[in-house]
């Protein structure tokens, strides 16, 4: 008989109402409490999740469940000791859910301890939830918590990756560049789109399919080899035009846009190797850097 442990959530908000709405509806676990700034908080992130009790504080009904700490990261790292005088009695487990800090910030909770990263953004719980199966669950921590966590996630829709926490700062900073970096860049996208006459709903449907084919590329090339367009194949006159375009934006929006076209330079350099016109490709978008 699967065990199903009340799973009381510290910090509830946009990851922690996915989290815990999958979990409860997969049945792996019952909701418990839950303790945000303020108990309408609590009690919305109650509704979003199907059940639990919306509370100030956690308390010594946490002994026994699993406690999953769903607070903004630089409010979990002086959590462990609220934790701790909160809960005489530990939990059966307790786990965090950020991607940067290393899962034994929790140790002295005196339970069991993991770090669970989602590798998913979740802007809105909502669609994050609808969306979770085959959502990467990087974990890391101690073996007693991890061996109950993983059926749990899985049940739930998550791709379990075990990860040694050698370096979880360069693993964080990983994720930031694929995914908020990411938006930076489809946001520039779009301002030049609708500078240039496009609707804003076509240039954000044409846009996100340009960036969905390029990914999917990715899964198959390197990032040299799935490289096209002008930069790569050194084409001076469509770069001109390029910096030109940019040059009408915003110094802000403009710098950015050079210092990717230098960037992405290097990368065609590394992958077709330096030609002549390299100099003035680089110096191109070096006029439009504001
Ligand atoms: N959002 C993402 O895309 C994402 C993805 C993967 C992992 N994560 C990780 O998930 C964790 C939470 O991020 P989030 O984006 O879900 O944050 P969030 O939406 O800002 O939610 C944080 C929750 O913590 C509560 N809270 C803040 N300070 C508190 C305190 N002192 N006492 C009690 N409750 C407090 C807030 O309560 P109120 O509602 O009352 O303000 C809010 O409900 C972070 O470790 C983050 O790295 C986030």
Redesign the pocket.
């Known amino acids: 008989m699967i065990d199903t442990p009340r799973l009381h959530v ?7 109402r996915a989290i815990a709405r999958r979990l409860v509806d997969a049945g792996r676990v019952e909701p418990g409490l839950i ?4 108990l309408e ?1 609590a009690q919305r ?1 109650a509704d979003f999740i199907g059940g639990g009790e919306p509370a100030e504080a956690l308390d010594d009904r946490v002994a026994g469940g699993w406690l999953m700490v ?4 630089g ?2 790292l002086d959590a462990p000791g609220t934790i701790a005088r909160a809960c005489p009695q530990p939990p059966q487990l307790v786990f ?6 290393e899962a034994r910030v929790l140790e002295r909770i005196g339970a069991p301890f993991a770090a669970v ?2 590798v ?4 809105d719980p909502q669609s994050a939830a609808a969306r979770f199966e085959g959502t990467w669950c990087v974990a890391e921590g101690e073996p007693g918590a991890l061996e109950r966590l993983r059926p749990a996630f899985e049940t739930a829709g998550g791709r379990w990756l075990a990860f040694s926490a050698r370096d979880k700062a360069a693993w964080h900073a990983a994720t930031v560049a694929a995914s908020n970096f990411l938006v930076t860049i489809h946001g520039l996208a779009r301002d030049l789109a609708e500078r240039a006459g496009l609707p804003g709903d076509q240039a954000r449907e044409l846009l996100c399919d340009l960036q969905q084919g390029t990914l999917e590329g990715l899964r198959e090339a390197s990032p040299r080899a799935a490289l096209t367009g002008p930069i790569e194949r050194g084409d001076a006159a469509a770069c001109r035009r390029l910096a030109a375009a940019a040059s009408g934006l915003d110094a802000e929006r403009a710098r950015l846009f050079s210092e990717l076209g230098r960037a992405t330079l290097a990368l065609a350099r590394e992958k077709r190797g330096a030609r002549t016109g390299d100099r003035s490709l680089a110096a191109l978008f070096s006029a439009t850097s504001g």
């Open positions: 510290f910090g509830c908000g946009r990851a922690g303790v945000n700034r303020s908080s992130a769903g607070l903004p990261d409010v979990l965090h859910l950020s991607g940067s800090v990263h989602p998913r953004a979740f802007a």
